[in-house]
Each structure stands twice: as C-alpha cells, then as structure tokens.
C-alpha cells in the first residue's frame, strides 16, 4: 500500500493523535507541556534530547511527507490535517515552529522535576506540541533512564572502592556494557549503549562509538574502549580435554606488556579452571605475560561464584593488604563478572566480597539485559503532559488529578526549573521568576534550528567525572 524509510515524522506518533487538532477548545492558540520523571529508586541523569533532535527534527517535512501520511491515516480510519501540515510547509518551509527547552544534558535532576518543555512558537499550530508527544517523550524516558541507572551503578561502585581500594582510578571501566545482542533493536542500542557511556568509558557495543560520533561529538576520537574476549565458542571449539590448550592460546595471542586480556573460564568446570589450569598449569606464564588476565566466570550466583572464585585465586596467586585492609590479587589477574548483573546483585556482590576481605579493586563488571533492556517507561514513570494552554490570548493553567491515582497529579503552568540556597532543584511556575537567567532549562531547539550542541566530554563532566 506505502513504502516508506522511517523518516516520517508525521507518522512518528500515536495514532489517536491524528484526531486531536479538532479537540482543543475554539481559540487555542499555544499549547505548553513538560516532561519529567515522577519517580523512581535514583535521581535522572537527562539525556538523549540532542540525538532526537538531531535525527528527526533537523529536516524539513515535505508534502511528500504529507501525502504519504494521509494515505496511510485515512485508510487506518482516522482523520488528517492536511490543511494544517500543508500550512506548516508553506509559512516555515517543513521546519517545526516550536521551542524546546531542557536542562543541561548530564544534568544529575531529581525525580518529580521537570527537565524538559515544549511549546508552539506560532499559534496556528497549538496542535503540534501534544503530536510529538510520542515522539519527544521515549527519545527522553529510554536514554535517560538508562543513563541514570548506570550513574547509579557508578555511585554503588565508586562507594566500594573508596571503602576498600587504594584508588578510584579505574572507576570508569568498572562497569562494561554487554547488551548490544540483548536489545530489541540497533537503534536501541545507539542511545542505551550511549548513554551508558554518559558514566563509564567500557563498551563491547559498536553501535554506541557510530551514535557517539553521530548525535555528540568527542574532543577525543574515541569515547570508549574493549579488549580481546574468549566466548564459549572460541574455548570449546577446542574440545574438553584441550581446554589448557585454548587457555594458552589466548595468552599467546593477546599477552604482552601493558595488555589485558579477558577468557570465560567456566565452560565446564570453573574450579578445576582456576584451580588447576590458571593456578597452576599456567600460573608461570600468567604471571610473566606482562598485562592483566581476566578470569571470566558465566553462570552460578554471582555474589558466591566471585567470592569462591577470590579466595580459590588468593589460594593460588596470593594476595597483598592495602591501606585499607582488604587483600588484592597481584596487578596480572582480576574477575570479570558479567552474567546476572543489575543495581541489585552488583550491591550484593561487594557487600560479599567486602566481608570476605577483599577490595572491589578484584573485580569488574558487565552489565547487559540489566542495563539496556530490562528498563521500561514505568521503570521512573515518565510522562509528558501539557501544562498550559493560551485561548484567545489568555494562558490557563491545564493539569490532570485522577482521583484513582494520585501519583499521576501532573504540574500546573508553564514551569521552570530553579536551584534553590541549599542547591537543591526544584520545579517552580515560570511567572514566579523574578530574573528569568535562573530557570535551568535553556532553549535548545527553536523554529527548526539546534542552539545548544554538547559533546558526549561536557556532557560527562556535568555528572562529576
């Protein structure tokens, strides 16, 4: 019936949308709406709001456009407004007149604030805020909360490490991304895995360097990094009995002064690995290779896998007593946990090895499903809803206050976000400003133009890095 590529945006939207233009009262002339998170377990790290921007707002509709989309909305049994998209062609040549302000990206928010919000610059066109909702809202919520789930997870580790490590130096690769395969799409995985890297420098997702590049710009050429990895095919395709054999191989392939190399150990048995090949067969040229092996252990419980896993090293390897008490495996050996890692188990893990009596410095993580799948919408309930709307040139103050749920009151007015004396953020009525240059949102996108374009570096600085 139609083909089109996705670059519709027009069709990038609910569609009950469709039918709205004819809902607002006679006399609507601009429509004002905000996003936020209205809860959750951990602040929002904002993020994500330049990709859309430039993916999807930097070009024009055009009538091709239009008369793609009537097709395909009519016969889907809904109504067009063909007129008003016609309308927006001729007076702003395809480019959306509307403006969009948010917080800084990086920007460490807490839940129930706004950090985004939209309005119609031309009254003509008090319709087309609400229509972007779809849009605009998951370009927000799914980054973001990703992003704020990781800096959790960098808070959960960097207080591990301050407890039990002579240095938090290697913060940054302590977390690593392994959920390119697990997303529901690429495009999934360019803002997950990006987002992500808002907090942490370690990825195995290609993806995410391609939208690094694309959507924030580095003052370095690379914003992250990997090392060479053993998976189970590589190590079983050399068969039970000559696994010592693929485990030596790796460290003759990948070994060398300054090199790290990672090999996933528990093909069959991960004691006797450690035990016997690691600890003993090999223990010589683990110890001469001149870079780090990292022992990867894939199934089990976590939290007793990498403490068994510690101690069965220690046995073999030894360990030293930093100033902070706790023992550490010598610099060419560490842990790799990867398997079952969300916010959850990656506390339980340090509180176990931390009582067992070892720094988290042993150990790094890999985080998948847990990072970039396992979050929905609800995960911080997101939500954009309108505010605001100008009738005859008055503004009136719009909100919603199910009396079912409480939790889903949204905010009265055009808003602002402000720093309070004590440097707490909180969301205010914009009219209550009395020096506008204190409203934390910044116009970002008006009338079809960017005006602010952060690299991923500034972007990871506003989060303290």
Not at 344 to 349: A, P
């Amino acid at each position: 019936m139609f083909t089109s590529n996705f670059d519709n945006l027009i069709l990038n939207s609910d569609s009950y949308k469709t039918s709205h233009w004819l809902q607002y009262p006679p006399g609507s002339e601009y429509m004002s709406s905000y996003v936020e998170a209205r809860r959750g377990d951990y602040d929002v790290i904002f993020f994500g709001l330049q990709a859309y921007i430039k993916e999807y707002l930097d070009k024009p509709i055009t009538t091709a456009h239009i008369d793609e989309a009537e097709m395909v909305i009519k016969a889907h049994g809904l109504p067009f407004n063909r007129s008003g998209w016609e309308r927006l062609v001729e007076k702003h040549g395809g480019y959306l007149p509307v403006r969009i302000q948010a917080v800084p990206e990086g920007t460490k928010v807490p839940v129930s604030n706004v950090v985004c919000q939209i309005v119609n610059t031309d009254p003509e066109f008090y319709w087309l805020p609400s229509y972007l909702e779809t849009s605009l809202l998951r370009a927000i919520w799914y980054p973001s909360t990703v992003a704020s789930l990781s800096y959790y997870c960098k808070t959960i580790i960097k207080a591990a490490l301050e407890k039990t490590a002579d240095s938090t130096a290697g913060l940054p690769f302590k977390l690593h991304d392994f959920g390119a395969r697990g997303a529901s799409s690429m495009e999934t995985v360019a803002l997950g895995s990006l987002a992500h890297l808002v907090n942490f420098s370690g990825t195995d997702s290609l993806t995410a360097l391609v939208a690094a590049s694309r959507w924030y710009g580095m003052d370095k050429d690379m914003p992250a990094f990997s090392i060479p990895a053993a998976e189970h095919s590589t190590m079983t395709a050399w068969g039970r009995e000559n696994e010592e054999a693929a485990f030596a191989n790796m460290l003759e392939q990948f070994g060398g002064k300054g090199n790290t190399v990672a090999v996933v150990s528990d093909s069959y048995d991960l004691w006797n690995a450690i035990d016997n090949i690691w600890g003993d067969a090999l223990k010589e040229d683990v110890k001469n290779m001149g870079g780090t092996l990292v022992i990867r252990p894939d199934s089990g419980d976590p939290a007793k896998v990498v403490r068994e896993a510690l101690e069965r090293l220690a046995v073999k390897f030894g360990t030293t007593i930093n100033s902070k008490g706790y023992k550490v495996l010598p610099d060419y050996v560490r842990l790799i946990q990867g398997d079952g890692i969300n916010p959850q188990s990656l506390g339980k893990i340090l509180d176990t090895i931390i009582k067992a009596g070892f720094s988290a410095e042993n150990v790094t993580f890999g985080m998948g499903g847990g990072l970039l799948q396992q979050v929905t919408r609800d995960t911080m309930s997101w939500a954009m809803k309108a505010s605001a709307v100008s009738i005859h040139g008055e503004w009136k103050e719009i909100f919603k206050d199910p009396i079912t749920s409480r939790s889903k009151r949204s905010k009265k007015g055009r808003l602002a976000l402000v720093q309070d004396n004590n440097g707490k953020l909180n969301t205010v009525k914009e009219e209550t400003l009395a020096d506008a240059s204190g409203n934390l949102l910044r116009d970002v996108f008006v009338d079809g133009k960017l005006l602010v374009e952060d690299n991923l570096t500034t972007i990871r600085e506003r989060t303290g890095w």
